[in-house]
């Protein structure tokens, strides 16, 4: 029963809800709006439609998602991309002088197809890094809250962030400039 009457109230620790100090909404599994993910999907649900269409989330618009969708590959390839510019007031990075931007991807503009890094079902950070091994996505409905990836430099520092919807594969990218 005590449980009961705090989940009513909000936070699993009997606050009100809101964000935590990441800007992640506190709701179980991280869902911002309809399903608040308390109860575990029934075991027949269908499995999500592939996306069409990609968008980023991430720290740097407050969590919210993205009203541009991910542009399709420069170069050709069958992958999606966005660019990430470190901001100054960043979260810090774990080196000196550098910060840390985190982002998940939505697909179609939905959390019901959040598409996060795979791995066990608790919070953690990915870091990508250019040239550096890609990382393995997942997107299963009412998972991935707090499983991010992050991209780290210093500020202004710039990433080309790729994924693709066949292998769901996410890679970071320095991106090419001509100077």
């Known amino acids: 029963r005590r449980s009961r009457s705090r989940r009513r109230r909000g936070g699993r620790d009997g606050t009100a809800g809101g964000d935590d100090a990441k800007g992640h909404g506190r709701r179980r599994g991280g869902d911002r709006g309809g399903d608040r993910g308390d109860r575990a999907a029934p075991a027949s649900a269908?499995?999500?439609?592939?996306?069409?269409?990609?968008?980023?989330?991430?720290a740097a618009t407050k969590w919210e998602i993205s009203k541009a969708a991910m542009a399709t590959d420069p170069a050709g390839r069958a992958m999606v991309h966005h660019r990430i510019t470190v901001r100054s007031d960043a979260p810090k990075g774990g080196a000196p002088d550098t910060k840390k931007e985190d982002f998940q991807i939505v697909g179609d503009g939905s959390w019901d197809k959040r598409i996060y890094p795979a791995g066990p079902?608790?919070?953690?950070?990915?870091?990508?890094?250019?040239?550096?091994?890609?990382?393995?996505?997942?997107?299963?409905?009412?998972?991935?809250?707090?499983?991010?990836?992050?991209?780290?430099?210093?500020?202004?520092?710039?990433?080309?962030?790729?994924?693709?919807?066949?292998?769901?594969?996410?890679?970071?990218?320095?991106?090419?400039?001509?100077?």
């Open 121 to 179: 079902d608790r919070e953690e950070t990915v870091l990508l890094k250019p040239g550096g091994p890609g990382s393995r996505a997942a997107m299963d409905r009412g998972k991935g809250h707090g499983r991010n990836w992050a991209v780290e430099g210093k500020t202004g520092a710039v990433f080309d962030i790729f994924l693709d919807p066949e292998t769901m594969m996410v890679t970071c990218e320095t991106p090419f400039s001509e100077s």
């Open 46 to 58: 269908a499995p999500l439609a592939k996306p069409t269409r990609h968008n980023i989330v991430g």
